[in-house]
C-alpha cells in the first residue's frame, strides 16, 4: 500500500510539470518479487541481441557496398570485390544468425534459473572473422592503389 501511496505522490515544478519521486519510480519498475536481477539480464540480454543485429545488418550494406558499389564506382577487377563482399555477407549473416541463438540460450537460462551460456566460441569467431576481413580489405586497398 505505501508503494501505492508513493506512486500518488507527485512534486509539481516551476513549469508545471508533474514528476514522480524516486522512491515511487524505483518501486513502479521493480518486479513484485522484490528482486529485480533477473528483469535486469533478461533486459541486458535483449539489448545485446539488438546490438548484434545493428552489428550484422551493417555488414550486410557493407557486403553490398564492397561487391557491387565500389567495383561499379571505380574501374577496377570485379572478382576480389565480390569475394570480399561475400566474406562481409556471409559474416554478417552469422552475426544475426548468433544474435537469435544466444538471446534464445540465455533466456532458456533464466528460465531455468540456471547458469548463462558460455559464448567464448562465438568472440573467438568474431574476433577472427573481422581481423581476416579487416586484413583482406587493408590488402585489396593496398593492391589496387
Do not use: C, Q
Not at 30 to 46: F, K
Not at 58 to 64: D, H, W, Y
Not at 76 to 97: C, W
Amino acid at each position: 500500500m505505501a508503494a501505492d501511496d508513493d506512486l500518488r505522490e507527485t512534486a509539481t515544478g516551476a513549469a508545471g510539470a508533474t514528476t514522480m519521486s524516486a522512491s515511487a519510480a524505483d518501486a513502479a519498475t521493480m518486479p513484485a518479487g522484490g528482486d529485480s536481477a533477473p528483469r535486469r539480464t533478461s533486459l541486458a540480454a535483449e539489448r545485446t541481441y539488438l546490438a548484434w543485429l545493428r552489428t550484422g545488418l551493417a555488414a550486410l550494406g557493407l557486403a553490398l557496398a564492397v561487391g557491387r558499389l565500389i567495383p561499379a564506382l571505380i574501374d577496377v577487377h570485379r572478382a576480389p570485390f565480390a569475394a570480399l563482399g561475400l566474406g562481409y555477407g556471409l559474416f554478417g549473416a552469422f552475426l544475426i544468425a548468433y544474435a537469435a541463438y544466444n538471446t534464445l540460450t540465455i533466456r532458456a537460462a533464466l528460465g531455468k534459473n540456471g547458469p548463462l551460456p558460455d559464448d567464448r566460441w562465438a568472440i573467438i569467431v568474431t574476433t577472427v572473422a573481422g581481423l581476416t576481413l579487416a586484413l583482406v580489405t587493408i590488402l585489396l586497398v593496398l593492391v589496387e592503389l
